[in-house]
């Protein structure tokens, strides 16, 4: 059965300090990836999507970057955060194939202080 | 713009009653909507898939409907229990990665 991983599960980190969660998936193969942030008390916000390795598509402009050096695994990162950019942060994964949902990780929980 | 709304942010019903959930979208035509369950703290679930010719879609007590004329999706949840306590999310499918886009969410309370 397919899996889905994400660290760290929590992070504090001051600000203008850089960032690198990661998220792999285990069990499928060459899957749709996404990174979406949820600050508090709101929907989730699609942040990037990969299709395949290398092959990053951004939804909202930002000081944030994402990567996909491996077909499993997906990385976010920021050179230097800001205030802003707590929140949560969720990987997931679709197939490519016939089914069109996602299954999500268990997310980080991102304070910048 | 495209926009999606969850009418209620919140909904508080008592336990056995039927809950309804509205979900209202424009500057969409969108071919899939799905609904998902998130707890605090955790990463939403998926639930339940409609497909655009498809009125209502049913799994053991959740139900469905999508309507694209009037550009909404109601879920209900019947014979509620206080597990069922939970935001649920509409979501809308677009794009060749299959991206979503979610609704802001309802928080579910059901009182025993």
């Known amino acids: 059965s397919q899996t889905i991983h994400q660290w760290p599960a929590t992070l504090v980190q001051p600000v203008g300090s850089p960032l690198s969660l990661e998220c792999t998936v285990e069990?499928?193969?060459?899957?749709?990836l996404y990174w979406y942030r949820q600050a508090a008390g709101r929907g989730l916000q699609l942040l990037f999507y990969?299709?395949?390795?290398?092959?990053i598509s951004s939804e909202v402009p930002q000081n944030l970057s994402a990567s996909r050096p491996q077909d499993r695994q997906f990385i976010l990162s920021s050179k230097k955060l800001l205030l802003s950019d707590s929140g949560f942060y969720l990987c997931?994964?679709?197939?490519?194939?016939?089914?069109?949902?996602?299954?999500f990780g268990p997310g980080t929980r991102l304070t910048v202080t | 713009s495209q926009k999606i709304e969850q009418n209620s942010e919140a909904l508080n019903i008592q336990e056995g009653k039927t809950a309804t959930l509205t979900c209202n979208y424009t500057?969409?035509?969108?071919?899939?909507l799905q609904w998902y369950r998130q707890d605090p703290g955790r990463g939403p679930v998926f639930l339940l898939l409609?497909?655009?010719?498809?009125k209502e879609k049913r799994k053991e007590r959740l139900k469905v409907t999508f309507d694209t004329t009037l550009k909404q999706s109601l879920f209900h949840i019947t014979a509620s229990q206080p597990a069922d306590s939970a935001t649920y999310l509409c979501?809308?499918?677009?794009?060749?990665?299959?991206?979503?886009?979610f609704g802001s969410g309802t928080q579910l309370t059901v009182l025993p």
């Open positions: 500057n969409y035509s969108p071919a899939y």
């Open positions: 997931a994964w679709s197939d490519q194939g016939l089914s069109y949902e996602q299954y």
């Open positions: 069990g499928t193969s060459n899957p749709n």
């Open positions: 979501a809308l499918l677009s794009g060749s990665a299959r991206q979503l886009t």
């Open positions: 990969s299709v395949g390795i290398g092959q």
């Open positions: 409609i497909r655009e010719n498809e």
